[in-house]
């Protein structure tokens, strides 16, 4: 439709990068997916584990490149052997990830009732890393009863226990001594990481020596009012801690530092930050025009889906917003690895009845949507290759006897297998939202340009279709792109750019009769009605010259000099009408006249010389 509307380069440029960026978002749907199989359904699967916790990232990356590039090789098989076995188990899938929407609704409703047990270790007003409570107690001192003897030394009592651990005390810390059992008031282990020392006179952090252990609930429930809380932004520097404005904070300047298990921030956010991390969500609302080969009624089918699927989607994103605001407290949900929780899922929890629905659903949600990418993204390739607008992509137009792309396919594997090969894609992932935001940016405006040009096959069947909505469309994508990273921007600009101009220079031997054109021929003839409006100003005036040529024989100008004369009476600001006369019928004389259109087309020599062309069949 680009390449119909604006001309086959703005529609081989964009076409290409937003087949690009469907590729890349297969792969990356595929790495969320074994994701969640190696962290929550299956982590003893990991073939690479690390002899040392610093390499357990690298030991990450590595287990999904092995079993990315499993699952895309299946995958790959899956669309080879047919799309109607992708479209049978797209139902599958779609019904996983409705339970699983549900679950979550149905879980928000009864936490008003039972709020599930979730609670987040707290010291004063700022949050504990749940991996440092190693005894599960959010406690700077426990009381342990135990038998054995007691030394005393410069006054203190030190109690041996039966394990011959030597608990460090005073007299008042002992609150029974009888029959040789005591119970001893020691340190617990987030005592040693604030303090030097395991002793109860030890040096220790002046904000922990200031402020209390407390426990709160991460998930307090629907009924809890946790939302007038959540209402305000709470934007985070990279490196700053996460704090619970509700809870007392002691009057210490002590700055939190890495060396303490708190929770930090590990980038800085803002809303346009989100923006771009949000925004690859909502890039498969076009899952089924890529296909619209397939389907039955492409003409009736595409609007409707792609309405309800912005309508559904909108619909289940801001209720889920709203929902995870009204029960999960703010310092878990911007703890954006789950650190406070000892990594467990939170939205699993918060889901009913169990934290397997989530699980499951996901999983099989990611793999339905990079299944939807290796089937749209090869038919989006094979449409371009059709067109015969870029000549190395000839081959991949050609595929199996009932059309399936199967080169297209190929080369589309391959390029998923760069995207999961790398592993990691929080780089590469604003790029891919430049790329579709840029593909929903010239639909836009080739649905306006239509409209304003009238074009007479441009008949869209919506009853509330107006120009003003693409326009709207348009400068929202474009403001998103640059909201969203305006370094990206330019960067996916600059490849659309490249690719327009090869296309230009190499390509494009198509001709479509182009909105731009259109446009131009719209605006020639809107400027020539205006110059009849009245005469023209002293100013405005532009000299208008007729040049009568004679041709020789071999059809050359006689005298080329008068062009050369022409030109320089109008300087190159006026209007040059040439004209010459050749005498026979026009049937007969119809290769010397297409001679004489070449020669004086070419200004007689001058090919600087702007000017209009005339010839004449006199008999």
């Known amino acids: 439709m680009i390449s119909r509307s604006l001309g086959p380069e703005f529609g081989g440029a964009v076409g290409l990068c937003f087949y690009l960026g469907t590729t890349f978002a297969g792969a990356m749907y595929i790495l969320g997916a074994i994701e969640i199989l190696l962290m929550y359904i299956a982590p003893q699967a990991a073939i690479f ?55 979550i609704y149905i879980g928000a409703l009864v936490s008003a009732f039972i709020p599930p ?35 005393q030394e410069d006054g203190n009592l030190t109690f041996m226990s039966e394990n011959a651990t030597a608990f460090p005390t005073s007299m008042t810390s002992l609150t029974s001594l009888t029959s040789g059992l005591v119970d001893v008031n020691t340190t617990t282990s987030l005592w040693q990481q604030f303090c030097e020392g395991p002793e109860l006179n030890a040096t220790c ?49 002590t700055p939190a530092t890495n060396q303490r298990p708190y929770v930090f921030a590990d980038i800085t956010t803002s809303f346009t930050l989100l923006v771009g991390i949000f925004f690859p969500s909502v890039t498969g609302i076009m899952a089924g025009s890529n296909r619209s080969g397939d389907l039955k009624d492409a003409q009736r089918s595409i609007p409707i889906g792609t309405i309800l699927a912005i309508l559904t989607t909108s619909l289940v994103y801001l209720s889920s917003v709203v929902l995870f605001g009204c029960c999960i407290d703010g310092v878990v949900l911007r703890d954006k690895f789950g650190d406070s929780v000892k990594g467990n899922l939170v939205v699993g929890t918060l889901a009913w009845p169990s934290p397997w629905v989530i699980v499951i659903g996901s999983f099989f949600s990611t793999c339905g949507a990079g299944l939807q990418s290796l089937t749209g993204a090869p038919r989006l390739l094979q449409a371009i290759a059709k067109d015969n607008i870029i000549p190395f992509l000839r081959v991949f137009g050609h595929g199996k006897a009932n059309g399936e792309p199967t080169w297209a396919l190929l080369l589309t594997a391959f390029i998923a297998e760069l995207g999961i090969l790398i592993a990691s894609l929080d780089l590469v992932a604003p790029i891919l939202s430049m790329f579709f935001l840029m593909c929903y940016l010239f639909v836009n405006l080739a649905c306006a340009l239509q409209t304003l040009l009238r074009t007479p096959n441009w008949r869209p069947r919506f009853s509330y279709y107006h120009w003003s909505l693409s326009f709207l469309g348009m400068t929202i994508c474009l403001a998103l792109m640059f909201i969203s990273s305006w370094y990206y921007a330019i960067v996916a600009m600059v490849i659309a750019g490249m690719i327009y101009k090869y296309i230009e220079y190499h390509g494009a031997e198509k001709e479509w009769g182009d909105g731009i054109r259109g446009l131009s021929l719209s605006a020639a003839r809107y400027a020539l009605l205006r110059l009849e409006e009245g005469p023209p100003h002293t100013k405005n005036w532009r000299p208008q010259l007729l040049v009568l040529l004679k041709l020789d024989e071999d059809a050359h100008v006689k005298s080329p000099r008068l062009l050369t004369f022409a030109s320089q009476l109008k300087a190159g600001k006026g209007l040059t009408i040439v004209g010459t006369v050749l005498s026979g019928n026009f049937l007969h004389s119809y290769g010397e006249a297409l001679a004489a259109e070449q020669v004086i087309g070419w200004g007689g020599g001058s090919p600087w010389l702007q000017h209009l062309l005339i010839i004449c069949m006199v008999s």
């Open 117 to 151: 047990n979730f609670s987040v270790c707290m010291l004063g007003n700022r949050t504990v890393n749940g991996h440092a409570l190693h005894d599960s107690q959010c406690k700077k001192t426990v009381l342990v009863q135990s038998a054995g003897p007691m030394e």
């Open 49 to 103: 584990v690390p002899s040392e916790p610093e390499g357990e990232g690298a030991a990450l990356l590595n287990n999904m490149r092995v079993y990315g590039s499993i699952c895309l090789l299946l995958m790959a098989l899956l669309v080879f052997v047919g799309v109607k076995y992708v479209n049978k188990l797209a139902s599958v899938f779609l019904a996983c990830v409705i339970i699983s929407i549900l679950s």
């Open 205 to 253: 952090d002046d904000f922990f020596t200031h402020s209390k252990f407390s426990v709160i609930e991460g998930i307090p429930g629907l009924a809890s009012g946790i939302i007038t809380e959540n209402l305000w932004s709470t934007y985070l520097s990279k490196g700053e801690v996460l704090e619970k404005q509700s809870l007392p904070s002691p009057p210490v300047s």
